[in-house]
């Protein structure tokens, strides 16, 4: 999975994560271990999606603090 930071607006860093999607029961679950990230869905898809948006919450609150 690839994302990107945005910076300052001008600059941007990529990021590589090793990601993975398991199934447990009736769910999927995408998991980074790197990051200690997860996220869940009905579907692979949704797990992915989730994971997603869950990535650049975290990425955002991270610059944040940084910033701060």
């Known amino acids: ?3 990107f930071i945005k910076t ?3 600059k941007t860093v990529g990021v590589n994560l090793a990601v993975y999607i398991i199934k447990q029961g009736d769910y999927y679950v995408s998991f980074c271990p790197a ?3 997860s996220s869940f869905g009905d ?3 949704t797990a ?7 990535l650049n919450i ?3 609150e991270t610059q ?4 701060a």
């Open 35 to 37: 990051l200690n990230l």
């Open 48 to 54: 992915k999606e989730g994971f997603e948006e869950a």
């Open 8 to 10: 300052d607006g001008a």
């Open 43 to 45: 579907t692979e898809t």
């Open 1 to 3: 999975m690839k994302n």
């Open 58 to 60: 975290f990425f955002k």
């Open 64 to 67: 944040k603090r940084a910033l």
